[in-house]
């Protein structure tokens, strides 16, 4: 009776195994825990709480049921510091909460709710400068025996300066400044970040060889916080189009974004200029970076807040073919993908170029702010209404996008969860070019491999306004059809064994 009775346990144990499949996507997510699909959040911009006109925390806290379903697991948010500035990029207290924003209960809050949703917050660390209203200039500034003279880099008397506008250059080259920045990294990684943006990472240090020294003064951070957060990340902003000194920033960074491959979409994509060149282009830089640094992970992106809307970038305009077409690129990338907050929306916004700006009624004078504008919920209960945003008037909103299956919203969700859904896309990062590649059609093969999981997809994008009907051999269609449509996307998987075959 007992051996029956244990036969019949082992019977329903095996039907619990065979019915329960694990979830690939929790366990490989465990064993890559660096690979993350990022959204870009202007806090004044995104949703407001109280019902002030700006955006704050406890919006973002409110509307996480958004990220979660658009799919995002991890949220960059631009500077969140009391700042005199309305971009915050000048801070005046690195261990405090900008007022308009919340406080430090709601940054708190936030973090844990966030935690909650499976998504991890990154924060801005701008430290190659403070605002000028920092209580170190503000002492530094009073006397040249002040204890914190040697926080700042003086030239004549005058606090040297990388950008305009009362931002001071922090002097690396003191033990002592460098001591601040690991208890600001200490203070934010205990109360749950999971890692930090570095603002000017190319500005960090003034000195004969200043990517060398910037990047060993981002390891010796990066070893500090890994010590006691191992699973902590650093990704680095290298404003730069030139990817051989991106590359050399991996030595201290664990992720760098990549203008480089932004350009080649805007180039490619939008311009459709040298189309051929996309794919093997992109293999060039992750073989460059994979030289310095065999586990890099890229931090690729569209657009970001210091750049002009993609959909107000040349190519792009009135086109949300090849808006849609460079999500799909963006989002079978190897790394981990950037979203620019409405971007999932085609947002509209470019700078005024003019040395004086443009006169915005109701605001002042704005240049970057067209970048930055408000986010399109369709409900004003959550709009901001800080910035008169005039160039989204006709843009649809988020709950207008919602209703129509065919919205650029609706092709960034679907891509986000195709890339969930395949670890070739998700956590590998290998990456070669395809065999068949010519002047209309670019695709890359992308794979991932571990002792449980073994895939291997191409991914083949038109970059024309023509049909064309692709001839492939063998494989399987995951994503849209061989019978290509103007600036569409197909997805083949393929025996990982067979990879050579098709590069
Ligand atoms: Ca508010
Ligand atoms: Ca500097």
Redesign the pocket.
Same mark, same amino acid.
């Given at each position: 009776m007992k051996k029956i009775l244990y036969g019949f346990l082992l019977i329903g144990f095996a039907i619990l195994l065979v019915g329960c499949k694990p979830n690939a996507y929790d366990s490989l997510k465990e064993t890559n825990p660096q690979h993350d699909i990022y959204y870009q959040i202007f806090v004044r911009s995104f949703a *407001?709480?109280?019902n *002030?006109g700006? %955006?704050?925390l406890n %919006?973002i806290k409110e509307n996480l049921d958004y990220l979660s379903d658009l799919g995002v697991t991890a949220l960059w948010l631009l500077p969140i510091h009391p700042s005199p500035s309305y971009h915050g990029y000048d801070v005046k207290d690195y261990l405090d909460i900008n007022p308009e924003y919340g406080t430090m209960d709601d940054f708190e809050s936030l973090i844990e709710a966030a935690k909650d949703e499976g998504i991890k917050i990154v924060i801005d660390l701008v430290i190659n400068h403070t605002s000028d209203q920092h209580p170190w200039f503000i002492d530094a500034n009073s006397s040249t025996s002040s204890a914190y003279r040697d926080y700042y880099i003086w030239q004549n008397g005058n606090a040297f300066e990388s950008f305009v506008g009362g931002m001071k250059d922090l002097n690396f080259q003191n033990q002592e400044v460098i001591d601040e920045v690991k208890s600001i990294m200490d203070f934010y990684l205990e109360k749950g970040v999971h890692g930090f943006r570095i603002d000017a990472a190319k500005h960090l240090i003034e000195s004969s060889n200043p990517t060398f020294d910037n990047t060993f003064l981002l390891l010796e951070l990066n070893q500090h916080m890994k010590e006691n957060y191992p699973d902590s990340f650093i990704v680095s902003e290298v404003f730069e189009y030139f990817y051989p000194m991106v590359a050399d920033y991996y030595i201290g960074s664990d992720s760098a974004f990549n203008f480089y491959a932004a350009q080649q979409i805007w180039e490619k994509v939008g311009r459709l200029n040298s189309r051929y060149l996309l794919a093997s282009n992109l293999h060039k830089v992750y073989e460059d970076y994979r030289d310095v640094d065999p586990d890099f992970i890229d931090s690729p992106f569209l657009t970001n807040h210091d750049l002009d809307r993609l959909a107000s970038t040349e190519g792009f305009i009135n086109q949300p073919d090849k808006l849609a077409l460079a999500a799909r690129i963006l989002l079978t990338l190897p790394g981990s993908p950037f979203i620019y907050y409405g971007e999932e929306l085609g947002m509209k916004g470019y700078r005024d170029y003019s040395q004086d700006g443009k006169i915005v009624p109701g605001y002042g004078i704005a240049y970057d702010e067209f970048r930055r504008t408000p986010f399109l919920w369709g409900d004003e209960n959550k709009n901001t209404t800080w910035f008169p945003d005039s160039a989204n008037s006709e843009t649809p909103s988020l709950e207008e996008q919602k209703l129509d299956e065919t919205s650029l919203f609706m092709v960034y969700k679907t891509m986000i969860s195709f890339r969930k859904d395949h670890p070739a896309l998700m956590f590998g990062n290998e990456y070669l070019p395809y065999g068949g590649n010519d002047g209309q059609i670019q695709g890359y093969i992308r794979s991932y491999q571990d002792e449980n999981v073994k895939q291997a997809l191409i991914v083949i994008h038109n970059l024309s306004s023509d049909a064309y009907t692709l001839t492939f051999e063998g494989g399987t269609v995951v994503y849209g059809s061989k019978d290509m449509a103007p600036f569409g996307t197909v997805i083949i998987e393929i025996d990982y064994e067979d990879i050579e075959v098709y590069a």
């Open positions: *407001d709480s109280n *002030d700006i %955006g704050d %919006g």
